[in-house]
């Protein structure tokens, strides 16, 4: 059983364009990480979120999570061609183990 | 300041056999885990090591071990490969288990291919 559900799987976009990709869960996390992986290499962490209700910015990527702590989404403004790569959103619960979901493959077309 | 070293990068081997991954931590890091990453998929948490023991385990079978040596670095051994066993494995350091707080920085993982 999948734990962290993310959509879309797939997303091909064209430069300058506008993305989200969402992470759900019917379970409560204390944090919540995004990671962007490229090929042949591990997750490089983007962000963590702790709090129900918080945004946080990292120059054109928004990164929210929701009240309840069980999902997030991840928000790219006037995308380009380097975000290009699979963003993995993870929760973490009491613990330390993370719970990965099965990520979104983004292109983004010159 | 090195980060996760992983080695080897790649590894093919035959169905049957025993294979060990080497894993050494960011500097100041003394928390590894592990995890597997199928093609196409997120990882998944094998276990965990800190202060040489196995911490924590995801639902994996016995087959998969691991070990954590005094300098933190750590071995995940898998014996009698099955071609399921192929995946992308990945270490992860952190801080006294508290990834959140610190921040988890993985490998560039161990390519595994199983024939």
């Known amino acids: 059983t999948q734990l962290l559900e993310q959509s879309p799987q797939f997303l091909s976009i064209q430069e300058g364009e506008n993305l989200t990709v969402y992470c759900n869960s019917s379970s409560v996390f204390s944090s919540l990480q995004w990671y962007r992986q490229e090929p042949g290499e591990g997750p490089v962490l983007l962000v963590t979120?702790?709090?129900?209700?918080e945004v946080k910015k990292l120059k054109r990527l928004t990164f929210q999570f929701g009240d309840a702590r069980k999902d997030s989404s991840l928000h790219i403004t006037a995308a380009q061609p380097g975000d290009t790569g699979l963003y993995l959103c993870?929760?973490?619960?009491?613990?330390?183990?993370?719970?990965f979901g099965e990520g979104t493959q983004l292109t983004v077309n010159p | 300041d090195a980060g996760v070293t992983q080695s080897p990068t790649h590894l093919i081997k035959t169905r049957g056999q025993q294979v060990t991954l080497r894993c050494s931590p960011k500097s100041g890091h003394d928390t590894v885990s592990w995890y597997q990453q199928a093609l196409g998929q997120g990882p998944q948490f094998i276990f965990q090591?800190?202060?040489?023991?196995?911490?924590q385990r995801g639902n994996f079978p016995d087959r998969f071990s691991g070990h954590q040596f005094p300098n933190y670095s750590s071995e995940l051994n898998v014996n009698a490969l099955l071609l399921g066993d192929s995946a992308l494995y990945l270490c992860a350091s952190s801080l006294g288990g508290l990834g959140v707080r610190y921040g988890y920085t993985f490998g560039s993982g161990t390519r595994l291919t199983v024939v």
């Open positions: 090591y800190y202060e040489e023991e196995e911490r």
């Open positions: 993870a929760g973490e619960k009491s613990g330390s183990r993370l719970t």
């Open positions: 979120v702790v709090t129900g209700g």
